[in-house]
């Protein structure tokens, strides 16, 4: 019986935890951040009374703010990205967390009367 409840206790905690991200690659709340920031790039770009191949040029030049302000490099990001698109689950995890993100800010600015 002490045998079952220390194999059960042991597989409790071993399910528990939390996945090796190798060196180099950014945490799920790392990139969580760092898509936002592109998102809301993204979304003021479009928003933008331009022809759409400046938008794209804008895109690139603000993208690079966008890395800036979270202190990650390109680099980083796409071998991050890279890495998690290998691990739909994980990916799956980010993306709704970068919903639920996005959907808080909205609803933060909307309640402070600020305009999208």
Do not use: W
């Amino acid at each position: 019986m002490r045998l079952c409840v220390a194999v059960f206790i042991a597989l409790s905690f071993s399910c528990d935890k939390k996945e090796h991200v190798p060196d180099g690659i950014l945490t799920k709340d790392q990139m969580v951040n760092v898509l936002s920031e592109l998102y809301i790039t993204e979304q003021k770009v479009t928003g933008l009374a331009v022809k759409r191949d400046s938008l794209s040029q804008i895109f690139a030049a603000l993208k690079g703010k966008a890395f800036e302000k979270t202190g990650v490099t390109d680099s980083v990001f796409r071998q991050s990205l890279s890495y998690y698109m290998d691990r739909p689950q994980t990916l799956e995890v980010i993306y709704t967390a970068l919903i639920d993100s996005l959907n808080l800010r909205e609803q933060r600015l909307l309640s402070s009367g600020v305009k999208k």
